[in-house]
């Protein structure tokens, strides 16, 4: 038995952009170090699993409540002279008050879509993560200083072929909710008047749009959409596609917009601070308005207006995105960021 641990608290391990990364920080971890125990409390889900067959020591937390995990986490805390609680959902920081003398708590702040957390003023983590610097600067209103550890991606092979000319094919990577702006931007789609040169779009992605009825009705109109739920390797055919387009209200990161600037595939987003941040780059004609419908078709016209110049633009940036963005870094810098930790016991 190791004599210290990592307990990872986090509310589910389904799909989800914050998951996704805790498994490739958990899995990085079991490759790289022999000095900690890593622990996984949450609800099972297809990360889970994933980690699981990696022998990570798994605990769904279903049915385990406020004095059941107060316990849980301290047998575990007694079998280890130090213990490191690291959560990752906000109402978790609440097992902070009930950790032993030989624990330290971290806790890594994945969005800033919550307005007026004066909560936060009294219920800081002992040392905090941001995930970008509009979440530093968003901590910061709660007097909640960060350690800024960008979020890390899986350097894949598909590299984007711009040479094949215009297929007029939409994609869209991510769960389908308001949040993302996924209703909008299919409102938007609405409005474009050439149905002789119909968008396909294709949404890789579950959520809770899929009843709505704006959807279904847009289907009936001057483009196609098809919806294919999860897919564990969206980017299978990204060379199918003119472009990539991110509506969302909010992030807090965006793992899609940096894995597709990793590759090369135009993309065009919202104009939210987050992604001028990890896709400043982009040409200004690439940032829409996701609350108007002319913004956006703006953007996908000039894609297929300028989508060489694009390319050329992404070539040259993409390497720097893959050495910037790395899942390996990210697994370095928590990594350095537990040790530290470990001396604060």
Same mark, same amino acid.
């Given at each position: 038995?190791?004599?210290? &641990?990592?307990?990872?608290?986090?509310?589910?391990?389904? %799909?989800?952009?914050?998951?996704?990364?805790?498994?490739?920080?958990?899995?990085?971890?079991?490759?790289?170090?022999?000095?900690?125990?890593?622990?996984? %409390?949450?609800?099972?889900?297809?990360? $889970?699993?994933? +980690?699981?067959?990696?022998?990570?020591?798994?605990?769904?937390?279903?049915?385990?409540?406020?004095?059941?995990?107060? @316990?849980?986490?301290?047998?575990?805390?007694?079998?280890?002279? @130090?213990?490191?609680?690291?959560?990752? =959902?906000?109402?978790?920081? +609440?097992?902070?008050?009930?950790?032993?003398?030989?624990?330290?708590?971290?806790?890594?702040?994945?969005?800033?879509?919550?307005?007026?957390?004066?909560?936060?003023?009294?219920?800081?983590?002992?040392? $905090?993560?941001?995930?970008?610097?509009?979440?530093?600067?968003?901590?910061?209103?709660?007097?909640?200083? $960060?350690?800024?550890?960008?979020?890390?991606?899986?350097?894949?092979?598909?590299?984007?072929?711009?040479?094949?000319?215009?297929?007029?094919?939409?994609?869209?990577?991510?769960?389908? $909710?308001?949040?993302?702006?996924?209703?909008?931007?299919?409102? &938007?789609?609405?409005?474009?008047?050439?149905?002789? =040169?119909?968008?396909?779009?294709?949404?890789?992605?579950?959520?809770?749009?899929?009843?709505?009825?704006?959807?279904?009705?847009?289907?009936?109109?001057?483009?196609?959409?098809?919806?294919?739920?999860?897919?564990?390797?969206?980017?299978?055919?990204?060379?199918?596609?003119?472009?990539?387009?991110?509506?969302?209200?909010?992030?807090?990161?965006?793992?899609?917009?940096?894995?597709?600037?990793?590759?090369?595939?135009?993309?065009?987003?919202?104009?939210?601070?987050?992604?001028?941040?990890?896709?400043?780059?982009?040409?200004?004609?690439?940032?829409?308005?996701?609350?108007?419908?002319?913004?956006?078709?703006?953007?996908?016209?000039? %894609?297929?207006? =300028?989508?060489?110049?694009?390319?050329?633009?992404?070539?040259?940036?993409?390497?720097?995105?893959?050495?910037?963005?790395?899942?390996? &870094?990210?697994?370095?810098?928590?990594?350095?960021?537990?040790?530290?930790?470990?001396?604060?016991?």
């Amino acid at each position: 038995m190791k004599n210290k &641990a990592i307990i990872f608290l986090v509310n589910h391990m389904g %799909v989800g952009g914050c998951q996704k990364v805790l498994f490739d920080l958990i899995e990085g971890l079991n490759d790289s170090s022999e000095e900690f125990e890593l622990y996984l %409390v949450s609800r099972s889900g297809v990360y $889970s699993e994933k +980690l699981i067959k990696r022998e990570i020591k798994f605990i769904d937390r279903s049915g385990l409540k406020g004095i059941k995990m107060i @316990k849980l986490i301290n047998d575990i805390s007694k079998k280890h002279e @130090k213990i490191i609680l690291h959560t990752n =959902n906000r109402i978790d920081i +609440l097992y902070k008050f009930f950790l032993s003398k030989n624990s330290f708590h971290i806790h890594t702040f994945h969005s800033t879509f919550l307005n007026k957390n004066y909560f936060y003023y009294l219920l800081k983590p002992q040392k $905090s993560i941001s995930i970008s610097n509009s979440v530093k600067r968003y901590l910061e209103k709660y007097r909640i200083n $960060s350690n800024l550890i960008y979020n890390g991606i899986n350097i894949r092979e598909s590299v984007y072929d711009c040479d094949e000319g215009l297929k007029n094919k939409i994609l869209y990577v991510g769960r389908l $909710s308001k949040e993302k702006g996924v209703d909008l931007f299919i409102k &938007a789609l609405n409005y474009r008047k050439d149905a002789k =040169n119909k968008l396909v779009v294709d949404f890789y992605g579950e959520g809770n749009l899929f009843l709505e009825r704006d959807i279904r009705e847009t289907k009936q109109k001057n483009n196609i959409l098809n919806f294919y739920g999860f897919h564990e390797n969206p980017w299978h055919n990204v060379k199918d596609y003119d472009m990539i387009v991110i509506p969302s209200l909010y992030e807090g990161f965006c793992l899609v917009a940096v894995e597709a600037a990793s590759m090369g595939i135009p993309i065009i987003c919202n104009d939210i601070p987050t992604l001028r941040e990890v896709v400043p780059f982009l040409p200004e004609e690439c940032f829409f308005n996701v609350h108007e419908y002319g913004s956006i078709l703006n953007s996908i016209n000039y %894609v297929i207006d =300028n989508k060489i110049n694009i390319c050329e633009i992404l070539s040259d940036e993409k390497e720097k995105i893959r050495c910037k963005f790395s899942k390996q &870094a990210m697994v370095l810098n928590y990594k350095h960021l537990y040790k530290e930790s470990f001396k604060l016991i």
